[in-house]
């Protein structure tokens, strides 16, 4: 009986399988609009402790001048391929902790490999307290153009806990973390993760990229507050977590610090140099809200906090900068906040309390983290022709590049050699000067998305040099010789030099660059006189030589004959 009860459940699994729907891909996300991680589906079931749905609502600013909903994007309930489950316990507001790469080409969060209505080991009990050996913690990757990866899982980290935050710089190596385990490090698409972090804290809330660092906000003993996790980005385990100094630390007041957002607003401090903290107090407990602190010296400094007041806890913060004014988004569990800070570096900031919500929950549904959207790789430009395809090298011919994707370009070469001053017409057109002392060679265009380079050069014309004559062989003829050739002495001599005798242009042959010979014809030197004898190389450049003096002198006298003679 056991044989048939085994093999009847598996069928009936596999018959779920095949069953299954596979993975939707939504729309592209639209650059610029705000992504907030929702847990629930809404309706009238109130939300519990058990694995819920999740999802990624994408909010845009309309023409009014209000953030609308665009889409959501669903979160795989069931498993598809590779790709697992992703939930999220409805009541567990530390989780779902949302945020972008690095490189700003995908959206990162955490859950659980479980299907909704899954609870811990108990009836009724949180799904984070399930054994991951039996719910396995599940990263999320989601791209710009909607896809959903949740092909990484976790082994067996965070255990009987919430995993909350994802942070990485490419989508490709993954830092998650906690209410144990430390930090986590992880490839996508792998279930084997290194644990980087072993002595405390290792109960961590949210983890973040920055400047090309690591850090993750605690609330465990002394490090309560931002630290550094080792240097830079690391893969090993062994790291050390090191709070900012400055930061609250275990000051008696209970700060509750959970996502935060670096800026660098001051010329003067190397790398990031401000960074607001979303702090889950609320009611009249002091600190709670977003916190602004800059770095001073080698102390963070706390500038000040716009307080949440009586509001819902914030547990995510994300922002922009434009020059120093910082555009900030915020959530606790019910609201949406839209926070602009102008006031700069190592200064309070503009607001002392939150600004109304700009989109709230609805009913039986909570929000998590917020997020930018994500923003796809650039499509790599492509040259179709340029014109002219020559041209001086004195700055004074203009080439026109006609393609594709050329918006964003940041360099424009010319066989190798930068131009500056390049203009960007639109997608499509460039236009450059060839400059002076240019040459001949492709064309390359570079813009964030790749480099393209003409298949064909652009022929740099090197302007003809003026002649010169140094003498002439000969440089006198009787009048009323016959035709003769005359060999023309000097320098800058082309196969296209003319010599004009007298203002005539004469046949004229290259010998070398410092020799040329003419045809002198009769009647060129039919009459006495002094003539100039002068050498033309055509434009570009080029230019008429001096003239040379040519002699025809009077013929010596003859006698024909004489009469009588004798006498």
């Known amino acids: 009986m056991k044989y048939f009860y085994r093999l009847g459940l598996f069928l009936g699994l596999m018959v779920q399988v095949l069953l299954r729907p596979a993975v939707a891909v939504a729309a592209p996300f639209t650059p610029g609009n705000i992504v907030v991680a929702r847990v629930g589906e809404g309706g009238t079931a109130t939300l519990t402790s058990a694995a819920t749905a999740v999802f990624l609502d994408e909010y845009t600013l309309n023409s009014s001048g209000v953030y609308v909903l665009v889409q959501s994007v669903a979160m795989p309930t069931a498993v598809s391929g590779n790709n697992r489950s992703l939930t999220a316990s409805g009541t567990s507001n530390s989780e779902l902790a949302l945020a972008r790469t690095g490189n700003g080409r995908a959206l990162l969060l955490a859950g659980y490999g479980a299907a909704p209505g899954t609870t811990g ?120 977590v090191t709070l900012l100094p400055g930061t609250p630390g275990n000051t008696g007041t209970s700060p509750s610090p959970y996502g935060f957002y670096f800026a660098d607003l001051s010329p003067t401090v190397a790398g990031v140099d401000v960074v607001y903290v979303a702090d889950s107090r609320t009611g009249n407990t002091a600190g709670g809200g977003i916190q602004k602190w800059s770095l001073v010296g080698s102390t963070w400094v706390l500038n000040g906090t716009i307080a949440n007041g009586t509001a819902s806890q914030l547990t995510s913060v994300t922002g922009s900068v434009t020059g120093t004014v910082v555009s900030l988004f915020a959530t606790s569990g019910t609201s949406l906040y839209s926070i602009l800070d102008n006031t700069g570096y190592n200064v309070a900031p503009a607001l002392a309390s939150l600004p109304t919500a700009i989109a709230t929950a609805a009913a039986n549904t909570g929000f998590r983290g917020v997020s930018f959207a994500p923003t796809a790789p650039a499509s790599a430009p492509t040259i179709a022709s340029f014109t002219p395809t020559s041209g001086l090298a004195d700055g004074t011919v203009t080439v026109t590049v006609t393609g594709t994707d050329f918006t964003g370009a940041t360099a424009v070469t010319l066989n190798g050699v930068a131009i500056t001053g390049f203009t960007v017409v639109n997608g499509t057109t460039i236009t450059f000067t060839v400059p002076t002392g240019a040459t001949s060679g492709p064309i390359a265009v570079t813009t964030p998305g790749g480099t393209a380079t003409s298949t064909a050069s652009f022929a740099v014309i090197v302007p003809n040099t003026a002649p010169t004559i140094t003498g002439l062989v000969p440089n006198t003829a009787v009048a009323g010789s016959a035709g003769f050739t005359l060999t023309v002495n000097g320098t800058g001599f082309l196969s296209s030099t003319v010599i004009t005798f007298n203002g005539t242009a004469l046949v004229t042959t290259l010998v070398s660059a410092t020799q040329v010979t003419a045809l002198v014809p009769a009647s060129a030197v039919a009459t006495v006189g002094t003539y100039a004898v002068t050498a033309t190389n055509p434009t570009p450049g080029g230019g008429t030589s001096a003239g040379a003096t040519f002699t025809v002198t009077t013929p010596a006298p003859t006698i024909a004959s004489f009469t009588p003679t004798s006498g």
Request: neutral net charge.
């Open 121 to 240: 080991p108990t009836a009724g009990s949180n799904i984070s307290t399930s054994a991951a050996a039996d719910v396995v913690r599940v990263v999320g990757v989601i791209g710009a153009d909607g896809s959903v990866n949740t092909t990484t899982s976790l082994g067996t980290a965070f255990s009987a806990t919430n995993v909350r935050s994802v942070a990485s710089s490419d989508g490709q190596n993954l830092y998650v973390v906690g209410g144990n385990s430390g930090v986590q490090y992880v490839a996508l698409g792998s279930f084997n993760p290194t644990q980087l972090t072993t002595v405390a804290p290792t109960n961590l809330r949210v983890a973040g990229v920055f400047d090309g660092n690591l850090y993750v906000s605690s609330q465990s003993g002394s490090t309560i507050g931002i630290n550094a996790v080792g240097t830079g980005l690391p893969t090993t385990a062994g790291q050390s």
